[in-house]
């Protein structure tokens, strides 16, 4: 680890050589190396400054903000520090797809976590609060947002809730549950997992857990939307992590199957079951623990794009620059991106996730000796082109 560490210094003196310009536009693009007693934020500019400066975006698209010398590089303390950061499940899905029927099933439940809830509510009137609130005592805390999709505005008030909740509550709870609007695009959400300080230091995303109605979703899915309008049923499947094809018992299985089929289509990555009435295993929806990379070995996606290459990156700073690049020109058409990197003179895998322009990512565990180092991302979003993506990806690798 400490030469990757060593390896982020140049990238800081760089953009620390280009003066204040590059320090201002410092803003969208956040990478979070996260190692012992430190941590570097990163951040590339933003899409409308980069494409008027395109002098600037030839030479550097980092600007790191966190200092390091040579002495970081030591190697004296480079056990990367537990992850005690309080979990949290976004549980999405379109109106009426079950989402509090599940979150009922996960309150009710013999897990013994204790569990904050934030309800997400569109309109005046709480109803989902009340339903929840009716039928739990499971609940730790049952918190509202009541002022429509959960973006912009409401984003601030989950921030500003989830600090009260940290401030105020710390210790009293294991597991935080938020539950969206039918109506909302969870990618504001998930960005401020990942965004925002206040709540990045305290609280890691857990997971999204998208429910599908098994009987409507095609209704939703198919649904024509006027140009520059996201279809939310769709983007709700491609952010899952797990997704949950609710309400079978409406169906039958074929219905099921092409239904399944039509969500492979948009998400090949995450876990699906079906259910009635939200019952799954409660380790199914809590405890997904984020980077479960494993599982997208034999993914190949059609349309969508997906690497699988086994080789070593150059120490980081040239992914660096190639993400940085890539989120600038494409990160409204990138709604996910995972990954797993083996860099060179880091003794523990890289893992890193991005949210449109969002990007974070901490080294973790250490290979293990005979562990084959491989290199693995996957993109979910529409109009990838997989030639320029694997390009772009080689040229960051050793060239042995
Ligand atoms: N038949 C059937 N009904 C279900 C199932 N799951 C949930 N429901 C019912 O569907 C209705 C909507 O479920 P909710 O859990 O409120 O759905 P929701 O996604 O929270 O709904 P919104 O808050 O409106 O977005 C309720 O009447 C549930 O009892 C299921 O698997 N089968």
């Not at 976590?113 to 005046?124: L, M, P, Q, S, T």
Request: hydrophobic share 45%; net charge neutral; charged share 25%.
């Amino acid at each position: 680890m400490a030469a990757a560490l060593c390896s982020a210094s140049p990238a800081i003196s760089t953009a620390a050589s280009l003066g204040s310009p590059a320090r201002r536009v410092a803003s969208l693009l956040r990478l979070r190396l996260r190692a012992a007693a430190r941590s570097y934020s990163a951040a590339a500019a933003p899409r409308a400054t980069a494409t008027a400066a395109p002098s600037w975006r030839s030479r550097r698209r980092f600007a790191a903000s966190a200092a390091s010398t040579e002495e970081d590089c030591s190697g004296a303390d480079t056990m990367i520090p537990p992850d005690n950061r309080i979990p949290a499940t976004i549980i999405t899905g379109f109106l009426g797809s079950g989402k509090t029927t599940l979150l009922n099933h996960i309150l009710t439940a013999h897990h013994g976590k204790r569990i904050a809830v934030i309800e997400n509510e569109f309109g005046e009137v709480d109803i989902d609060g009340s339903l929840v609130a009716a039928q739990t005592a499971g609940a730790e805390d049952i918190m509202m947002l009541n002022n429509g999709c959960l973006c912009c505005t409401v984003r601030g008030d989950l921030v500003r809730m989830i600090g009260e909740l940290v401030n105020k509550k710390k210790g009293k709870f294991d597991h935080i549950v938020i539950e969206t609007t039918g109506l909302a695009n969870p990618a504001p959400i998930i960005q401020t997992f990942y965004a925002e300080d206040v709540v990045f230091n305290d609280v890691k995303l857990d997971g999204v857990v998208t429910l599908v109605d098994a009987k409507h979703a095609r209704l939703h899915l198919d649904e024509e939307k006027p140009k520059g309008i996201v279809n939310e049923a769709v983007q709700q499947i491609a952010y899952a992590d797990r997704i949950i094809v609710n309400k079978i018992d409406l169906v039958n299985e074929p219905e099921v199957s092409s239904l399944v089929d039509r969500i492979r289509g948009i998400n090949r990555m995450a876990n699906l079951k079906q259910a009635e009435y939200g019952k799954v295993d409660l380790d199914y929806v809590l405890g997904i623990g984020g980077f479960d990379l494993e599982r997208f070995i034999s993914v190949i996606f059609l349309g969508y794009g997906f690497l699988l290459l086994t080789s070593i990156l150059h120490a980081l700073m040239q992914a660096d620059m190639w993400l940085g690049n890539l989120l600038l020109e494409h990160s409204d058409d990138i709604y996910r991106m995972k990954g797993l990197l083996s860099v060179s003179g880091m003794p523990q895998r890289f893992v890193f996730q991005g949210v449109h322009d969002i990007f974070q990512g901490s080294p973790e565990r250490m290979w293990e000796t005979n562990e084959p180092r491989i290199n693995k991302i996957v993109f979910i979003g529409r109009n990838l082109n997989r030639e320029e993506l694997e390009k772009g990806f080689k040229d960051c690798l050793l060239k042995t």
